[in-house]
């Protein structure tokens, strides 16, 4: 089904992928909830917050899917032309999301009619939120482009061409070997099928060879939140993709070859080969070995073998109208590596390449258990088929190891009456090598079948029969059903050390048997061509998964294709075998860590997250009800250092006052005992370099020994060794207690070397890390610098080893909940030897801990931030004679120091005993703490059904976001299905949803007087939720008008004013009109601003002529005061504010002097007033014009007039409306007048 891609890049970015019936549309959406932030709500994944290394959050993505009829795509132009056949997911690369498609496939197998398999060889990847790689290559794809030959240099500059940071990714999913089929489930074997071949449930696919699991994920978790159509609708577009890793491939055997002949039918027959590998522990050939703590193994691959032919002979019932229209043999067999934990180091010559086991024979056992547990519940019984040579040493501690294994297996019967081929598991050791190593060569090989040919008949292989049923009706039309025959019982399990050539062969051989089980019963035998087909067929998928895991095709596929080995195929080997170790040594690194990321298993990588505030809401929920389904006991933790000297005398004393001390009752026999040891062996320049197991092996054997007899003393159960490691003089051995071996996984080490600047590990730390339940653990034992002066230099060595020691997947020290570092640190005290001595002797231990180089550059913050140490309450442990309690009493008389620590760091981590012992064969003595660590323990039964729950309830309370909306930016969708935080509080408000707002209309007061007059109390303080004394309202009082004023001035009366102030008039924008102007200032009373006489006289009749802006109405001879001196304030600077009006109006009536002869001529003309009782008269145009002209400065003052005292009073002018008349700057020079007394 085609597949378009279409792009919109406003208001939002969005992808589509768009068929003829549906679209899915993904939109980016760039806003960020700030309550996010602050922690009052919780989005996008939380728990915790999704963040790239450098810190930034995660861009969150929705998505929707719906009929393509109801969705306005006009906005959208085709992204790309390259046909796309479907989605493998998202997956975060840099900060950015990117939606990974596939362009190019090719039809590789039809399993049954209608079932076919599509190989995968390319892909591209579109980013949801930058533009930045819509239209870039990371090749030169343009056939046509002449630039790069360009003889002349025009074009010698060319842009830089931005670097994809998906590109090995990319190359990963085209490099052939994925494949994916929209018509069936082929992550699961025809029998765990269903038998509807037109069904296909995404919810049951198998995860254990579901590569893109990591990406397909947040999309199939939105597939299962839609309605039940909606969902059939989304797997019918084909748009979800699973993809499978391994081989696939069908030949198509031709009727004359077929092995089941029928005369009714001259059609082909099919023969397919499927190769499922599991993710679960991938890997490349020297970076994947061995078993995990969840039983995984690596290379573990599941083959199976399809035969489908067609039949028409053999009707159900030939007086009914069924028939047989077809047949379908399935056999299934799995590989994986040894299942124990051992390691292996790539090295540059061949076969030379050490093997290393990792963990006890008891260590591994439950891992183990649960590897065949799951095995027998998947496949039945379990037949081991290994393949190592018992002459080789690594092989052969393997298969010790192995044999252990299956001898404690809780699959085997403890009857031993029981016959062996009866057993769950069982085992057959066939080494390879010696067997083939005669005359006959590989074609020895076939031996095998008379060692496995019981279980071969007993395990059986699965049958079906195709039926078509023809209705009386119609008998036009038929329905086909499957019938199941006969069904596999069993599996053969194949290994050898990589799981490849040797075993690729053996299968080959084990298939062949069953296929001639298969025949054989149904009275039918297959020709040399039909044999030759499937020899071929087992080659290709040899090479194919030799080229997977180890970089190059498969040896001795020449004697797998042909039946025998030529020399061109033993020329093809050796080169095959030095391809191989150049890509093991120098590529597979690379090649592990774009697996890591394609699977998701990098430390600080988290699924892209597609948003759904049920999801989110669930996810807060649980948050508040952990309690529910997590709950947390405490453990009992031992660690104990031991700097040895290089010592071995020792190995035989007791070592229960180091390792067993007298401690409370409830701190004995702890869960875990991890036990460091510093120079193990002598570091002599031939040492330094290299690491011998035999002396750790032999102090580990001692610490054991005496953990079991302190446990059978106390009738405790007995001790196991989880793991150990060694660097040269260093090393470091975790015990555990058997029964807890059950909530221990995931136990891993790592080596970091200091000394050399890294290139020798005679100073340096060993590491083991593990999870107890749901707790990580990491313990670190280290040796640093020596030397009194060196402080600066250890620091620098826990630096190293701090920042680059690393797990796998990244994860470093500081990735675990709980730390405890052990060593000889070497920090020593900043004092004289005798001083050291003298104060040892008199047990002031405060003073030396005060000048102790570790406790200094702790405090500084120069080495092991974030770390603590318990109190000292011991004597220095360095440095001692030899069986002697005395410090150092040779030439270099070395100062006493405690150089042996345990620090700590973890809150969940308490400390309860620190302390030292008296052994006495080391130059050092011992040291030991003990802990109690609270891990937490999560019921994820309960959890997963307390999800449920919850998303079931508010999946009926609120509804979906969809991801094609075309308003802008906006938070909203951060806040959908989130009630308020705290009871009584409103909901969350977002950018267009605001709880203060009336159904989202625009904000508007709504508030009215409490009664008329009055107005808001502007004493109330500006917060409304501040408790104040102050009313909301309050009521002005209107102040008494003056005698007389009233009638003079009928404006008065119209004055909202309350508190004896004139109210200004609204400012004028210049430019006015010349009628807005005159209604302006006709509506100006000056009068207002003077005090009124009791027998006030009409204005003069000549009232159009100039007047002075400070003559009264009064035609009084009296003279009016003299003009008063410019205001201080006024001098210094203009006020850029208008003046208020003089409150005149409660002022008793005076008299005023009489007024003297003065030039009005240059004054402005104040507006006409009526007299008593009459209207406002307009001010003519001439008066407009000369008024909206700026005075000049007033007039020189003329001699022999005298002045006024300044300190009478004097009133006031009225106000100067600047908007009006002017500027600020216009009041330059004026002086208000003031009467006299």
Request: charged share 25%.
């Amino acid at each position: 089904m085609s597949i378009r891609v279409l792009l919109r890049e406003y208001p939002h970015r969005s992808i589509a992928l768009v068929t003829a019936s549906h679209a899915l549309i993904f939109r980016h959406s760039p806003t960020t909830n700030d309550s996010i932030a602050n922690g009052s709500l919780t989005s996008i994944h939380s728990i915790p917050t999704r963040t790239s290394i450098d810190g930034a959050s995660t861009p969150k993505c929705i998505v929707e899917f719906a009929d393509a009829s109801t969705v306005d795509l006009s906005d959208y132009r085709t992204l790309s032309p390259l046909p796309v056949h479907g989605t493998l997911g998202l997956i975060t690369i840099a900060n950015d999301v990117f939606l990974c498609l596939v362009t190019g496939t090719s039809k590789v197998a039809t399993v049954r009619p209608g079932e076919t398999v599509e190989k995968i060889y390319a892909v591209e990847f579109y980013c949801l939120n930058s533009a930045s790689y819509d239209n870039t290559f990371s090749d030169n794809l343009d056939p046509y482009s002449v630039e790069e030959h360009d003889s002349y240099g025009q074009n010698a500059h060319k842009d830089p061409v931005l670097e994809q940071p998906y590109i090995e990714l990319q190359k990963l999913l085209g490099n052939g070997s994925f494949y994916y089929s929209t018509d069936f489930d082929l992550t699961n074997r025809l029998q765990d099928r269903y038998t509807e071949a037109t069904t296909f449930d995404i919810d049951n696919l198998d995860e254990s060879f579901l590569w893109n699991q990591y990406m397909i994920n947040p999309l199939v978790q939105f597939r299962s939140r839609l309605v039940v159509h909606e969902r059939e609708a989304l797997d019918r577009s084909r748009i979800l993709t699973s993809a499978i890793r391994g081989f696939v491939l069908t030949i198509t055997i031709p009727s004359a070859s077929a092995p089941l002949r029928t005369s009714q039918t001259r059609l082909p027959s099919s023969l397919t080969l499927i190769s499922r590998l599991s993710c679960r522990r991938a890997g490349t050939r020297f970076n994947s070995r061995g078993i995990d703590d969840d039983g995984n193994v690596a290379n573990f691959v599941e083959s199976e073998t399809i035969y489908w032919g067609p039949v028409g002979q053999s009707a159900v019932d030939a007086s009914s109208v069924e028939k047989a229209a077809g047949i379908c043999f399935s056999y299934v067999q799995i590989r994986g590596s040894v299942p124990v934990f051992w390691e292996q180091a790539a090295g540059l010559l061949p076969g030379q390449q050490k093997i290393t086991v990792t963990r006890s024979a008891e260590g591994t056992q439950p891992a183990f258990d649960k590897h065949f547990g799951e095995l027998e519940q998947n496949y039945g019984a379990v037949h081991i088929v290994n393949l190592l040579s018992e002459t080789k040493p690594g092989e052969a501690e393997l298969t010790q190891l192995y044999r252990y294994g299956i001898r404690h297996s809780a699959l085997n019967n403890s009857d031993h009456e029981t016959p062996r081929d009866q057993q769950l598991l069982r085992d057959t050791e066939f080494d390879f090598h010696a067997e083939t190593k005669g005359p006959n060569g590989y074609e020895a090989a076939s031996l095998i079948r008379r060692l496995i040919e019981n279980s071969a008949e007993g395990f059986a292989y699965y049958l079906s029969e195709e039926i078509e049923d023809q209705t009386e009706e119609s008998l036009e039309k038929s329905q086909r059903r499957t019938v199941v025959v006969l069904q596999q019982e069993g599996v053969f399990r194949t290994n050898c050390l990589d799981c490849l050539d040797r075993t690729n062969l053996i299968q080959t051989i084990i298939s062949q048997m069953a296929i001639e089980a298969f025949l054989g019963h149904r009275g039918e035998r297959a020709a040399s061509d039909f044999w030759m087909r499937h020899s071929s067929l087992w080659a290709d998928n040899g090479d194919a998964l030799s080229r997977i895991y180890a970089g190059t095709g498969a040896l001795k596929s020449s004697f797998t294709r042909h039946g025998k080995m030529s020399l061109a195929g033993a020329i093809a080997d050796a080169r095959k075998s030095a391809t191989r170790l150049y890509i093991n040594n120098f590529a597979d690194k690379g090649r592990q860590n774009t697996i890591d990321i394609l699977l998701g298993r990098m430390v600080g990588q988290a699924p892209v997250h597609l948003f759904d505030p049920i999801n989110d809401y669930v996810t807060t929920e649980l948050s508040k009800r952990s309690s529910e389904f997590q709950s947390s006991k405490t453990i009992n933790i031992y660690c104990g250092t031991f700097n040895l000297n290089g010592r071995t005398s020792g190995i035989d004393k007791d070592l229960s006052s180091w390792l067993c001390p007298e401690l409370e009752k409830s701190q004995r026999q702890p869960e875990i005992v991890a036990v460091g040891f510093q120079e193990i062996v002598e570091l002599s320049p031939q040492q330094i370099m290299n690491s011998d197991p035999t002396r750790k092996q032999a102090w580990e054997n001692a610490v054991r020994k005496t953990l079991n007899r302190q446990a059978r003393a106390a009738g405790s159960e007995r001790y196991v060794l989880l793991r150990s490691g060694q660097l040269v003089g260093a090393a470091l051995c975790i015990f555990v207690k058997s029964s807890s071996l059950r909530q221990i996984k995931n136990v891993e080490g790592s080596v970091k070397k200091t000394g050399m600047s890294g290139m020798a590990g005679n100073k340096g730390a060993v590491a083991i890390r593990m999870e107890y339940a749901n707790t990580q653990i990491c313990f670190v034992t280290a040796h640093l610098a020596a030397g009194f002066a060196n402080y600066e230099e250890r620091n620098r060595d826990y630096n190293t080893i701090h920042h680059g020691l690393r797990f796998q997947r990244n994860r470093k020290i500081d990735d675990h909940d709980s730390v405890i570092w052990m060593g000889d640190f070497n920090y020593r005290i900043g004092l004289g030897s005798e001083k050291v001595k003298q104060l040892i002797k008199v047990g002031n231990l405060e003073t030396l801990y005060e000048n102790d180089q570790l406790n200094l550059q702790m405090v500084a913050g120069l080495t092991f931030p974030y770390y603590s140490e318990s109190r000292m309450t011991f004597n220095p442990t360095y440095k001692y004679d030899l069986g002697e309690d005395t410090y150092d009493t040779s030439e270099k008389a070395r100062i006493p120091a405690w150089t042996d620590r345990i620090l700590r760091k973890g809150t969940n981590l308490r400390q309860i005993k620190y302390s030292t012992a008296p052994l006495r064969f080391s130059d050092h003595r011992p040291v030991f703490a003990t802990f109690q660590c609270t891990v937490s323990i999560v019921e994820e039964a309960v959890r997963e059904a307390l999800s449920r729950e919850i998303y079931q309830k508010r999946q009926s309370e609120i509804g979906m976001t969809t991801a094609n909306s075309k308003l802008d930016d906006t938070d909203d969708e951060d806040l959908i299905g989130y009630d308020s935080i705290e009871p009584g509080l409103p909901p969350a408000s977002s950018d267009r949803r605001k709880w203060w707002l009336d159904n989202n209309q625009p904000a508007r007061s709504i508030l009215k007087p409490a009664q008329n007059g009055a107005v808001p109390n502007p004493n109330r303080p500006s917060n409304p939720y501040k408790l104040s004394d102050e009313p909301d309202w309050v009521t002005l009082p209107r102040m008494p008008a003056p005698r007389g004023s009233s009638q003079a001035n009928p404006l008065r009366s119209t004055s909202k004013a309350t508190n004896g102030h004139r109210k200004l008039p609204p400012p004028l924008n210049p430019p006015s009109s010349m009628t807005s102007l005159n209604n302006s200032i006709s509506n100006i009373s000056l009068i207002d601003s003077l005090p009124s006489t009791n027998d006030p006289a009409p204005l003069p009749k000549s009232a159009n002529r100039r007047l002075s802006t400070s003559t009264n109405s009064s035609t009084s001879k009296k003279a009016a005061p003299p003009v008063a001196q410019k205001p201080l304030h006024l001098i210094s600077s203009p006020s850029p504010t208008p003046v208020p009006a003089l409150a005149t109006a409660s002022r008793a009536p005076q008299k005023l002097p009489r007024q003297a002869s003065i030039n009005h001529t240059d004054f402005a003309v104040p507006p006409r007033r009526a007299g008593v009782g009459s209207t406002p008269i307009l001010a003519s145009k001439r008066e407009v014009e000369e008024i909206s002209t700026p005075p000049p400065p007033p007039q020189q003052r003329r001699g022999g007039r005298k002045a006024v005292p300044e300190e009478d009073p004097r009133p006031s002018l009225p106000p100067r409306l600047m908007d009006l008349l002017g500027d600020a700057d216009d009041l330059n020079g004026w002086e208000a007048l003031k009467p006299s007394i």
